[in-house]
């Protein structure tokens, strides 16, 4: 296992050595991991072009560090606790051992199907065993995965598919959620029909709902691993070889396929996952995360199983058949550390407290959220009812990009605050800039959030477009990698983050760009431009508010039109990205140039149009009041 940080002056002492000295601090816990050639140099960037490499010249695999390294010891132990949707259907524990014989297998089934190393498996999967079989067979034999949340739609799917030149795709015949059943194979149907390179399907039967399987491409998953081997020697891979691409929203609007490295990745969430939930060895661990995000990729797959962990996966909803299905699942398992976002917790706060009361929750020790901000009520329900005032709480703040937890108590160790992410963890550097990159020292300020030096889970580039990475990440503020999140660090140095600065939404956890549902509303016949805005939501943190201007209506009038366009961002995105608010307006509010200003209507759907800032550029103000006349939330003139 990594080292673990056992007191306050335990992370001072790691806080300082790896600001003095990152490079020994971070090779000191590449050592406790298992290299087929130990690296040449320990670091190498810049943040210009920016080029970043952890462990040059190091060969290694990421699964022989999960398996090799660790079996002889906890062969036998469970590493997979997996908890069905369904809680009368049986569950499925898989040990170290046997996840090692299904990877192996599911090894020999790709190489059978001619794939190769470096070559890109898309994966569209519900939330089961099988998923985290895939992907941990597609590192060992070098393959690169790119995990599709099994949410977004047949377009949305395709586009990531195309992106990627994915040659095959891993799906099941259809998912369970709750009292649900989503058609994961006819999705990838529609979506195949725009991605020619695709040559083999492999099909996972979970739900027996009917699909299509075409000839020629389409095999059962079942059939494909029948007669194969259960052992399958791992692919020695570069350090910097490609683990996985996962595709996140950003402010323009095509999604953008993060790439992750594999020694680095390994190294920081092996180390941040021990760290931050204290994990000890027996404990049992249980993300509520989707793998299709990153949270599922570092801290359900990677993090835990580098760590010999415990990890619980499951595939249901968190109020089916009640709002009492994870205190249920928790009581279950005796779950130890438990990791969820906000947007949940709100959820089942407005639920009432019928469903906890009678749970027991007392083998919790830590609690964690991630995703978005948590606010002040969340969080003492958090800690008072679930954690019933035992548990520290980890606010965890991070990114696809940063591939690891950044900014995070230790819990036990730094006291936390409700709604601050507190301090950052040892490796970390963040600094606040202010507008034009002057660095704000010393506390009680604020800022944009910018981290000035490499930690190993840092991306290293958009797959297929290095230029949109540059410009994204390292062009807006000098030799600084900029995160896109505004953030405040208060009297005690500790940090507090207060949501996206850029053209991002973050609803339920869930990052969107404003220009990627505009696209998709935009797509409707009868819209001639639309404009996104985010409102507070009480639920979902922040809401979907869309200004639509539409040319004229169809017979369904009003309402009809809004459920078309809500159709047309289901069909597009996925129903996450539905807006929730749609207001017809007249026109949008433009300058002179025909620039759309959207900070007049972020201030609209914040309800605050009180102080609407210089607006003499402004090409028609009447506009504005029209649109403050019909707007769908109260608004302060
Ligand atoms: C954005 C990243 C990291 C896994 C899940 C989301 C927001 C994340 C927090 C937190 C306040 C947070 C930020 C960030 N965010 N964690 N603890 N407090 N905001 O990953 O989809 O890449 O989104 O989520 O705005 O930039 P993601």
């Not at 891993?170 to 991605?195: M, Q, Y």
């Not at 099909?203 to 699909?211: A, E, F, I």
């Not at 939930?277 to 199983?305: E, K, M, R």
């Given at each position: 296992m990594v080292p673990k940080i056992h007191s306050l002056g335990g992370y001072i002492h790691e806080f300082q050595k790896s600001i003095a000295n990152p490079e020994t601090f971070w090779a000191e816990i590449a050592e406790g991991f298992y290299w087929r050639k130990r690296y040449d140099k320990i670091l190498e960037w810049n943040f210009e072009e920016p080029s970043i490499q952890w462990f040059k010249g190091g060969k290694l695999n990421i699964t022989e560090n999960i398996f090799e390294r660790n079996l002889y010891t906890?062969?036998?132990?469970?590493?997979?606790?997996?908890?069905?949707?369904?809680?009368?259907?049986?569950?499925?524990?898989?040990?170290?051992?046997?996840?090692?014989?299904?990877?192996?297998?599911?090894?020999?089934?790709?190489?059978?199907?001619?794939?190769?190393?470096?070559?890109?498996?898309?994966?569209?999967?519900?939330?089961?065993?099988?998923?985290?079989?895939?992907?941990?067979?597609?590192?060992?034999?070098?393959?690169?995965?790119?995990?599709?949340?099994?949410?977004?739609?047949?377009?949305?799917?395709?586009?990531?598919?195309?992106?990627?030149?994915?040659?095959?795709?891993?799906?099941?015949?259809?998912?369970?959620?709750?009292?649900?059943?989503?058609?994961?194979?006819?999705?990838?149907?529609?979506?195949?029909?725009?991605?020619?390179?695709?040559?083999?399907?492999?099909?996972?039967?979970?739900?027996?709902?009917?699909?299509?399987?075409?000839?020629?491409?389409?095999?059962?998953?079942?059939?494909?691993?029948?007669?194969?081997?259960?052992?399958?020697?791992?692919?020695?891979?570069?350090?910097?070889?490609?683990?996985?691409?996962?595709?996140?929203?950003?402010?323009?609007?095509?999604?953008?396929?993060?790439?992750?490295?594999?020694?680095?990745?390994?190294?920081?969430?092996?180390?941040?996952?021990?760290?931050?939930?204290?994990?000890?060895?027996?404990?049992?661990?249980?993300?509520?995360?989707?793998?299709?995000?990153?949270?599922?990729?570092?801290?359900?797959?990677?993090?835990?199983?580098?760590?010999?962990?415990?990890?619980?996966?499951?595939?249901?909803?968190?109020?089916?058949?009640?709002a009492g299905r994870f205190w249920d699942v928790v009581d279950k398992y005796k779950v130890n550390q438990f990791y969820t976002a906000p947007t949940a917790i709100r959820s089942l706060l407005a639920l009432g407290m019928d469903h906890i009361n009678d749970k027991d929750l007392s083998s919790l020790k830590v609690l964690g959220t991630v995703g978005e901000p948590i606010n002040e009520e969340a969080w003492h329900w958090y800690h008072d009812h679930i954690g019933r005032n035992r548990c520290p709480i980890v606010d965890t703040w991070w990114q696809t990009e940063t591939g690891g937890v950044m900014i995070s108590p230790i819990p036990g160790i730094i006291p936390t605050k409700p709604s601050f992410a507190t301090l950052p963890l040892p490796g970390v550097q963040p600094v606040i800039v202010d507008a034009e990159g002057i660095e704000l020292h010393g506390n009680s300020v604020k800022g944009n959030l910018c981290i000035k030096f490499p930690w190993p889970g840092i991306a290293r580039t958009i797959w297929g477009d290095h230029e949109r990475f540059r410009e994204t990440y390292f062009s807006n503020f000098k030799s600084l990698y900029f995160t896109g999140d505004g953030v405040q660090r208060d009297e005690d140095g500790y940090y507090r983050i207060l949501g996206r600065v850029d053209d991002v939404i973050n609803v339920s956890g869930h990052r969107l760009g404003t220009a990627e549902i505009e696209n998709a509303i935009n797509s409707h016949p009868l819209v001639n431009e639309s404009a996104v805005a985010a409102y507070p939501h009480p639920i979902k943190g922040q809401g979907i508010y869309a200004f639509v201007v539409c040319g004229e209506l169809s017979t369904g009038g009003e309402e009809g039109i809004r459920k078309s366009i809500k159709m047309a961002v289901t069909n597009l995105i996925g129903p996450f990205a539905r807006p929730d608010l749609i207001q017809l307006v007249p026109g949008l509010p433009k300058t002179r140039s025909g620039k759309i200003m959207r900070r007049i209507l972020r201030k609209v759907a914040e309800g605050d149009a009180s102080d609407l800032g210089d607006i003499t550029t402004l090409l028609d103000e009447d506009v504005v009041v029209k649109i403050i006349d019909g707007a769908l939330v109260e608004v302060k003139r």
């Open positions: 906890i062969g036998s132990q469970p590493a997979i606790i997996w908890e069905p949707n369904n809680p009368e259907e049986q569950n499925r524990i898989l040990s170290y051992n046997e996840l090692f014989e299904e990877v192996n297998k599911f090894c020999n089934t790709l190489k059978k199907l001619n794939v190769q190393k470096g070559d890109r498996i898309a994966i569209y999967m519900p939330m089961i065993p099988e998923l985290t079989i895939a992907m941990l067979a597609c590192a060992r034999i070098g393959a690169v995965h790119s995990v599709v949340f099994a949410g977004f739609s047949a377009a949305s799917l395709a586009d990531r598919i195309i992106d990627a030149e994915a040659k095959m795709v891993l799906t099941a015949d259809g998912g369970f959620r709750g009292e649900k059943i989503t058609p994961l194979k006819n999705i990838v149907d529609e979506a195949l029909e725009s991605c020619p390179g695709v040559e083999t399907v492999l099909v996972y039967q979970r739900t027996k709902l009917p699909v299509n399987m075409v000839s020629g491409r389409d095999i059962w998953w079942h059939d494909a691993i029948a007669g194969q081997s259960e052992e399958c020697k791992a692919e020695e891979m570069d350090a910097e070889d490609n683990l996985f691409i996962l595709y996140t929203s950003g402010s323009t609007g095509k999604p953008k396929g993060i790439v992750h490295t594999i020694a680095g990745y390994m190294v920081y969430t092996a180390y941040t996952f021990r760290n931050v939930f204290q994990y000890n060895a027996g404990d049992v661990y249980f993300c509520t995360a989707d793998i299709g995000w990153i949270t599922g990729h570092s801290y359900i797959v990677y993090g835990p199983l580098l760590n010999g962990a415990k990890t619980l996966m499951f595939e249901g909803v968190p109020t089916w058949p009640d």
